[in-house]
């Protein structure tokens, strides 16, 4: 199939990657310094969405999603979309019993 | 991708006699082509569901009479859990789109085989890999196990039962599941014929579509679920077990994140199945194709939101009850939908009487109080009251063996001719399929009314005042068994002195129709070319040997 070129139509500078390895550090670093913060019943909801936008950045820039086709940004956003509503709907129940 | 007439010749003679690079046994154990495939998936179901059949019989027998029967205790809590395990993991999931799945969704699609085809025999393997891991637990380790086939915790954690293998048996059979959604998505997505626009796919395909996204989805939650089980019993790790800071109602949780999902994985393909014979019956395009089709997206979606309707029982806030009530009550409008297109698509039709169709309209009454039944489960005051009793049993055998295990019964009735080539009795087939009606009814109804009254599920023993009842019950069970044994036994005799079958023995519209009974290896000589939708009967909406017909027409001009 010719139609499928998207793995070779694409290039990423080093410096690129190494910015995003540096965000991810960063990142890492935020998640430690927080969890030595007392936030209460949102302590695990920061943590996550820490952990999210990580996830954000190796898929799109070390799992080249940012360069594919739309379809499979789909896919992506189905699974995770479901992820979530599988998250919300079992945990919720915790802040109401 | 081979096309053209370079496939002619590997097309002269139907898929069973073709001869490939293996022979005998071999060129089955080792073949790609879907439809063998799905041959071996049949022939692997039709004989886990005998046996699980058999397990529902003795459950019947030991019913009859309160005390031993029998059977002692021990010996009916495994054979309700194998009765469950079997009929639900190896029987009802795989069924429709394992075995029509494979054979018919490519054809419908104008293709030549799935997109993965390696994967797809792989597939099968896991399968039955799965069977054998969970026929193993019987005789091994602390013997069946003995939960239910729900494994709720924090009995399958404690119970001294061989858990851990058919746990593991249901992990297995889970990526089965996965690899062949995957393998349909890929093919419904890549691997239709030109011309076949998404609204113009046949029903069943849409309705695998949204099945194969429910098993990519959700059975990867159950795999680990279930392995986390494993952990627990090998390791103690505390997921599940209060004792060491885990919680319980995580597992129902986990567990009917993919378990509720799961019966739409088990209805939808019927639904599907459903879709495709009322038309040819009915000799008239279907009524409101798109709704169907979308329907089956809007069920796929809301039920992955409703699990926690299993739970109303078990401990969560008021609060997630009411939210998971109402979620419930949501899944009625699309099944809803559906339900009325069919209905309306025989309204005015030239209608014929078939044994295909008589399935599909015992399937919507039946159906229909399956349905209904389970919005009385889905009103939280009521399901306080019914929870763990028959009403649950009879609902659940209602909507998925009334539901899916009829059209099973329908789409074998329906395909059959196409997938060997061969007719069966069709007198007996009606005689069979009116026990089985029949016998469904007496037998799964009175658990409505032994559950209203009170009899409690998985239960050994019972009550004197329920003893009429259950009697009445098991009478059903085995009219509704003579039935089945009828069924398979008239098949069976079609399969090997049946008359030889046309290509088109009912007038169906969908591509699998405009091919040779049984089909050719590759399907189609050409691909076809798709010019309109797959239930017009008034009109020719499909171009087969597009490039002869081409080539034909060129000559005519000069």
């Known amino acids: ?97 | 991708m081979a096309n053209g007439t370079a496939a002619a010749h590997v097309n002269d003679v139907d898929f069973y006699h073709y001869e490939g690079k293996h022979k005998g046994i071999m060129s089955w154990l080792l073949t790609t082509d879907h439809k063998r495939i799905g041959i071996m998936y049949l022939a692997a179901i039709v004989v886990f569901f005998l046996a699980a059949m058999m397990l529902g019989v003795l459950m019947r027998i030991e019913a009859l009479t309160p005390g031993q029967t029998i059977m002692k205790p021990q010996t009916y809590n495994s054979i309700f859990t194998f009765h469950g395990v079997i009929m639900i993991f190896l029987f009802i999931i795989p069924a429709v789109p394992a075995v029509f799945g494979n054979f018919f969704l490519p054809i419908q699609l104008g293709a030549k085989d799935v997109s993965f085809p390696r994967l797809n025999l792989f597939s099968w393997y896991l399968y039955m890999a799965g069977g054998l891991i969970a026929l193993l637990s019987l005789f091994t380790g602390g013997g069946a196990a003995d939960t239910g086939w729900t494994f709720y915790v924090p009995y399958s954690i404690r119970s001294s039962a061989n858990v851990s293998l058919s746990v593991f048996g249901a992990f297995v059979l889970g990526f089965s599941s996965i690899v062949t959604g995957l393998n349909f998505i890929t093919t419904i997505h890549r691997m239709r014929a030109p011309g076949m626009s998404w609204f113009r796919m046949p029903l069943f395909a849409w309705a695998l579509y949204a099945t194969s996204w429910i098993q990519v989805l959700a059975t990867p939650v159950i795999g680990i679920t279930l392995f986390l089980i494993v952990l627990e019993r090998a390791f103690g790790i505390g997921v599940f077990d209060p004792a060491l800071g885990g919680d319980p109602l995580l597992y129902q949780h986990m567990f009917w994140i993919y378990s509720h999902p799961a019966v739409y994985i088990m209805i939808l393909p019927a639904m599907g199945v459903v879709s495709e014979i009322i038309p040819t019956f009915a000799k008239k395009d279907i009524f409101g194709y798109k709704q169907i089709a979308l329907s089956s997206l809007a069920i796929a979606l809301i039920g992955y939101l409703v699990w926690g309707h299993h739970m109303f029982t078990s401990g969560m806030s008021d609060t997630s009850r009411v939210v998971f009530s109402l979620l419930t009550f949501l899944v009625a409008i699309p099944t809803g939908v559906k339900v009325f297109n069919w209905v309306a698509t025989l309204y005015k039709g030239s209608i014929e009487i078939k044994v295909p169709l008589l399935f599909v309209m015992a399937f919507i009454f039946i159906f229909s109080i399956g349905g209904l039944t389970g919005l009385v489960q889905g009103a939280l005051a009521t399901d306080i009251h019914l929870t763990d009793t028959y009403f649950i049993v009879g609902h659940f055998h209602y909507v998925m063996f009334g539901g899916m295990g009829t059209i099973f019964f329908a789409a074998l009735h329906y395909w059959f001719p196409k997938m060997f080539g061969k007719t069966y009795n069709e007198k007996v087939a009606i005689i069979s399929a009116t026990l089985f009606v029949i016998g469904f009814n007496m037998f799964y109804f009175t658990m409505f009314i032994l559950g209203y009254l009170g009899m409690p599920r998985r239960y050994y023993d019972y009550l004197p005042q329920y003893q009429g009842l259950h009697v009445f019950s098991s009478i059903g069970a085995f009219i509704m068994v003579t039935g089945i044994v009828l069924m398979f036994g008239n098949l069976l005799r079609g399969l090997i002195k049946g008359e030889k079958a046309t290509a088109n023995p009912w007038g169906g519209t969908t591509l699998e129709w405009r091919i040779a009974s049984p089909p050719p290896l590759e399907n189609f000589d050409e691909i076809p070319v798709v010019t309109g939708g797959p239930y017009v009967h008034d009109r020719e909406t499909y171009i087969m040997n597009p490039i002869k017909v081409i080539h034909k027409e060129e000559e005519a001009v000069h």
């Open chain 1, 1 to 97: 199939m010719s139609n499928n070129t998207s793995s070779e139509t694409h290039h990423m500078s080093y410096g690129t990657y190494i910015m995003v390895w540096l965000g991810l550090v960063a990142l890492t670093a935020i998640t430690v310094s927080v969890a030595g913060l007392n936030f209460g019943s949102i302590t695990l909801t920061v943590a996550l969405l820490i952990a999210t936008a990580k996830t954000f950045l190796v898929m799109n820039y070390f799992m080249h999603v940012k360069f594919e086709h739309t379809v499979f940004k789909i896919f992506i956003a189905v699974c995770i979309i479901t992820f979530i509503i599988m998250i919300t709907l079992t945990f919720f129940d915790l802040s109401f019993r």
